[in-house]
């Protein structure tokens, strides 16, 4: 079985690029924190895993996730081989992401934003995405917002 789950930082912004076929890939780095005991106190360092995302998963990482933001990621471990530019063979192992779970709160994203930016900038063609400012909001309405209670409920 491979499988792996982990809930780290990004390290930096997401870096989104197209393949020639036209699919999308983001490729990151997610910093995980791992305590570990001393005689003295417990302290924490972090490993760092390099991450590749495909197609919707690697756009919602693009669109809602910034440098710093928290995530849950569970997927699989692929090693691959190249040729460096020393000729040298190198193996490197990435987490191939198929399940994202954005982690940040309401607050922290709202505070990582510039105050009175805008997402979308209207241009005469209609509203051009901004990928430099992030959402402060997460993108599904929480079910208090339509009024729904227990007893509306079906089971």
């Given at each position: 079985m491979n499988r792996i789950e982990l809930i780290g930082r990004l390290t930096k912004?997401?870096?989104?690029?197209?393949?020639?076929?036209?699919?999308?890939?983001?490729?990151?780095?997610?910093?995980?924190?791992?305590p570990f005991a001393r005689k003295d106190s417990e302290q924490q360092t972090a490993d760092f895993f390099r991450c590749q995302a495909w197609e919707r998963t690697a756009e919602i990482l693009d669109q809602f996730t910034r440098k710093g933001s928290q995530i849950g990621?569970?997927?699989?471990?692929?090693?691959?081989?190249?040729?460096?530019?020393?000729?040298?063979?190198?193996?490197?192992?990435?987490?191939?992401?198929?399940?994202?779970?954005?982690?940040?709160?309401?607050?922290?994203?709202?505070?990582?934003?510039?105050?009175?930016?805008?997402n979308y900038s209207q241009r005469s063609s209609g509203f051009q995405y901004d990928r430099n400012?992030?959402?402060?909001?997460?993108?599904?309405?929480?079910?208090?917002?339509?009024?729904?209670?227990a007893d509306d409920l079906p089971f």
């Open positions: 912004e997401i870096e989104l690029k197209r393949t020639q076929s036209g699919k999308t890939v983001a490729n990151f780095t997610l910093a995980v924190n791992r990621i569970s997927g699989r471990l692929q090693s691959r081989n190249y040729e460096n530019q020393q000729g040298q063979r190198t193996t490197i192992i990435e987490v191939i992401v198929e399940h994202l779970d954005l982690l940040d709160s309401q607050k922290e994203a709202a505070e990582s934003r510039v105050a009175g930016q805008s400012v992030r959402p402060s909001e997460n993108p599904y309405v929480p079910a208090e917002e339509y009024g729904i209670e």
